[in-house]
């Protein structure tokens, strides 16, 4: 164990985003997406995690207008490293859990302008879809929903989701 960040912090954050964009394009789910990059990487989540945040792909229930999955995603990976547990559930808030994730979020906010999932998708698409309504969906598709466009903001938020982990950990990976 030592008190520094990995040398190999970069390529860390690499892999992050490369699986994480793999990911996407193969199996979609965003939330999903980043949290299995995070584990593969730096062994961060379970199985019941990874689980819990299926639901919140596309902004929650696939609906566009809460947060971005992937976002999401990284901020429970935040949270399980960081976040109360229930042993200490009475005894007051984890502000490092809330600090982290506004880092995280600022960053997202800094890169794609909102949180918000239709408004990440009408920077990166000019436009957002209802992913409930078959035609919108398919449209969505045809326009690189996983070929390209998602999987970026997957790739992202799992490297920024491993550096901040990395920089607020004391193990080395």
């Not at 436009?127 to 466009?149: I, M, P, R, T």
Request: hydrophobic share 35%; glycine share 10%.
């Amino acid at each position: 164990m030592t008190d520094t960040i990995p040398d190999n912090k970069q390529q860390l954050m690499d892999k992050a985003n490369a699986l994480a964009c793999e990911y996407e394009q193969k199996y979609g789910c965003c939330p999903q997406c980043v949290l299995a990059a995070i584990q593969d990487v730096v062994g961060i989540g379970n199985d019941e995690t990874f689980k819990a945040s299926h639901s919140l792909a596309g902004g929650g229930a696939l609906l566009g207008t809460g947060t971005c999955g992937a976002l999401l995603g990284g901020m429970l990976a935040l949270g399980a490293k960081y976040g109360r547990d229930r042993e200490n559930f009475s005894s007051g808030q984890n502000s490092q859990s809330f600090k982290l994730g506004k880092k995280l979020y600022n960053q997202f906010v800094e890169e794609f302008g909102s949180p918000i999932c239709a408004d990440v998708h009408t920077r990166l698409f000019g436009k957002s879809y209802n992913l409930w309504n078959k035609e919108e969906y398919q449209a969505f598709e045809d326009a690189g929903a996983h070929v390209d466009k998602c999987p970026l903001v997957a790739g992202k938020v799992a490297a920024w989701a491993v550096e901040i982990l990395l920089e607020n950990d004391v193990r080395t990976y």
